[in-house]
C-alpha cells in the first residue's frame, strides 16, 4: 500500500499551508517529512515513513533524517515506520535498538481498517453486512443519488455536516479554513474526492476521500440528521468503494479503528461501522521520536511528565 502522507501531493498540500517539506529517497527508500513547532522546539515528522523495503534501507533513510534535523537544528525526528522493512510486532525492539523511543501519543492511528479490491467488485460486496449491500442496491428507490466532485468550492457541503454532528456529539471537527485549504489543494489536481448523497437534489451526506497510487484513504464524512433514518452514508461509503475500484486502486483504508474488546474506546462506535463493511485490520507500530539534541529531548519529557502529574 502506498500512504496517501507520503505522497506528492500531500507534500503540495503542506507546503502550500507555508510549511517546509523534506523530501528525500534512496535505494529501497524515501520520506516525506515535514518541519514542526512543539515545545520541545523543531521537530522533523515524517507521517507514516520512512518507507523502506529492507531494514538496511530503514536505517539508511533514519540517517537522512537525523541529517535534515542536525541542519536545521531540530531537536527530534519523529517517525511512524508503517512500511519499513519489519512488521509491526517486532518494532519495539528494532525501534529502542536504534535509540527511538516511543512518543508522548500516537499522531496517526495504531490500527487501521483495510477493504481490498481485489477480483470483481460483487467479491468487495459478498463481504459486507447485507444490510450494508442491500441499502447500496435498494436505496434509489427512495429517491436517493450518489455523486463525485472535484470541485473545490462543494467542500461547503461537507463543511454544514460537520458543524451538525459536531453539535450534535460534541466533538471538534478540524477547521473550515483546514478543510478548505485540503480541498483547493487536492481536489483539483485528482488527489481529493468529494462523495455526495442527495435527496430530489439537495444533499444528505457527504464523505470526502484521499487517493494514492494505489490506496483511496476514507478521511471526512458527516450527514445531515435530518434524514439519519434513510442510513445514506452506508451506501456512500459503498459507492465511493466501487469508484475507487474502476480507478483501478487496490485497497481503501477506513483510517483508525478501536481495539479488539475495548467498548469504551473513543472509536468504538466508528470502528463497528467500519468493520461492517468486510475487510481486515492492520497494525503499525506507532509514533516514535529519535531525540538529536538530548539535552533539550529530555528537558521536553521532564516538563511534560510534571505537567501531567500537576494535572
Known amino acids: 500500500m502506498e500512504y496517501f502522507l507520503q505522497t506528492p501531493a500531500w507534500a503540495s498540500f503542506q507546503r502550500s499551508l507555508g ?16 518541519e514542526e513547532k512543539n515545545p520541545a522546539g523543531k521537530v522533523i515528522y515524517t507521517p507514516y515513513g520512512p518507507v523502506a523495503d529492507s531494514l ?31 512488521e509491526a510486532v517486532d518494532a519495539g525492539a528494532i525501534l529502542r535498538a536504534r535509540g527511538l523511543q516511543p512518543a508522548p501519543s500516537n499522531q496517526q492511528p495504531e490500527l487501521s481498517w483495510i477493504v481490498d479490491l481485489d477480483g470483481d467488485f460483487k467479491d468487495v460486496l459478498a463481504g459486507m453486512k447485507p444490510t450494508n449491500r442491500n441499502l447500496y ?40 479554513d483546514y478543510l ?19 435527496l430530489e437534489g439537495e444533499p444528505i451526506a457527504a464523505a470526502l476521500a484521499y487517493d494514492s497510487a494505489d490506496t483511496r ?51 468504538a462506535g466508528f470502528t463497528a461501522f467500519k468493520k461492517s463493511f468486510g475487510g481486515r485490520e492492520i497494525a503499525y507500530p506507532g509514533t516514535w521520536d529519535l531525540p538529536v539534541n538530548k539535552l533539550r529531548y529530555g528537558a521536553y519529557q521532564l516538563a511534560r511528565k510534571l505537567r501531567e502529574k500537576l494535572r
Not at 145 to 164: A, C, G, K, W, Y
Not at 184 to 193: E, N
Request: zero cysteines; aromatic letters at 8%; a neutral charge.
Open 19 to 34: 510549511r517546509t517539506v523534506h523530501e528525500e529517497s534512496g535505494l529501497g527508500w524515501r520520506f516525506l517529512a515535514v
Open 56 to 86: 538496511e534501507a530503514f536505517d539508511e533513510a533514519v540517517g537522512a533524517l537525523v541529517d535534515i534535523a542536525r541542519r536545521n537544528r531540530a531537536v527530534f525526528v519523529r517517525m511512524e515506520p508503517v512500511t519499513a522493512g519489519f
Open 137 to 176: 442496491r435498494n436505496i434509489h428507490k427512495k429517491g436517493v443519488t450518489f455523486r463525485s466532485s472535484q470541485n473545490p468550492e462543494e467542500i461547503s457541503v461537507l463543511l454544514d455536516f460537520l458543524h451538525m454532528t459536531a453539535a450534535r456529539n460534541g466533538f471538534k471537527p478540524q477547521s473550515d
Open 180 to 198: 478548505s485549504s485540503v480541498a483547493r489543494s487536492l481536489m483539483p489536481a485528482g488527489a481529493g474526492t468529494l462523495f455526495i448523497a442527495e
Open 217 to 267: 484513504t476514507y478521511a471526512h464524512a458527516a450527514l445531515d440528521d435530518t434524514h439519519r433514518k434513510l442510513s445514506a452514508g452506508i451506501p456512500l461509503l459503498v459507492t465511493l468503494m466501487a469508484d475507487a475500484k474502476d480507478k483501478g486502486l487496490k485497497h481503501v483504508d477506513l483510517w483508525g479503528v478501536a481495539p479488539e474488546g475495548d467498548p469504551e474506546h473513543k472509536w
